[in-house]
């Protein structure tokens, strides 16, 4: 049904009324975009956070506040350990400067965390398995992914298989839904906007990787020149003109 983006069938489905999900949730405009839908589209919603030292830390702030606006139980893990193995831009303690190759992989982003989706994925389909959800929700999108290769669907669907052999002995068990996969960020300002949520995404959500709260621009908060702010921007720029 995700395939390609619809917004009509997005609020006109009824295929998960009796399902529990998990939705990965950094606070963001992707995660919260699919948590005003999840509360639409789902029997109950658990929200999933993940504090790994981010520069953006403000992200998790926001996250509780909206957790309790949408009245969404919500859970951090602490995972500080992760950029003692790994480099990136998006970690606290970094002399990394984003907009720059990854010093490990010059075809990636600064801005890149090896395997930060595989071991978000991984926590939240745990989650899901012990409380006995059908679903995680995941708000990866490959037509605005940001050069990052475990945003795509063919990663996705191949760590789904993998994750069910490995809890439940074949490929069936929890789904991995990533509903944005084929959604533009403009779409994305749109179904929040159906949704009645638009001035909540504007408001409330963080997307700056360099964790800038105090400028507010049309599209919300940020520094404005990050990559995360800058496709933010274009896509609500699109958006506006649609109005």
């Known amino acids: 049904m995700f395939n390609p983006f619809d917004i009509k069938t997005m609020l006109s ?6 399902t529990t999900c998990v939705l ?3 606070g963001g405009q992707d995660s919260t975009t699919l948590a005003l839908w999840a509360k639409h589209a789902f029997k109950q919603t658990y929200l999933l956070g993940f504090n790994y030292d981010q520069k953006h830390a403000i992200e998790l702030t926001q996250a509780q506040k909206i957790a309790r606006m949408l009245e969404l139980p919500y859970k951090v893990l602490h995972l500080s350990c992760l950029q003692e193995i790994s480099t990136s831009a998006l970690f606290a ?18 801005s890149f965390v090896p395997n930060r989706n595989a071991l978000f994925s991984t926590l939240a389909h745990a989650y899901a398995f012990n409380l006995g959800a ?14 990052y290769f475990d945003c795509r669907q063919n ?19 929890i789904n991995l839904l990533t509903p944005l996969m084929f ?7 749109q179904l929040a906007h159906a949704l009645g949520g638009l001035e909540l995404i504007l408001e409330q959500t963080h997307t700056c990787y360099e964790g800038v709260r105090e400028n507010r621009h049309d599209y919300g908060y940020g520094c404005g020149a990050c990559p995360a702010c800058q496709l933010r921007q274009k896509g ?6 649609r109005l």
């Open 236 to 241: 609500y720029r699109e958006f506006a003109k």
């Open 183 to 189: 959604a533009s960020k403009a779409q994305e300002f």
């Open 24 to 26: 990965c949730f950094s």
């Open 155 to 173: 990663f996705i669907e191949s760590l789904q298989v993998s994750l069910n052999l490995g809890a439940f002995g074949k490929k069936e068990g």
């Open 93 to 110: 303690r970094t002399p990394h400067a984003l907009n720059t190759p990854h010093p490990q992989a010059l075809d990636l982003p600064s």
């Open 134 to 147: 059908q679903a995680v929700l995941l708000g990866v999108s490959m037509q605005d992914y940001s050069g």
């Open 13 to 18: 489905t009824q295929d998960f009324k009796t």
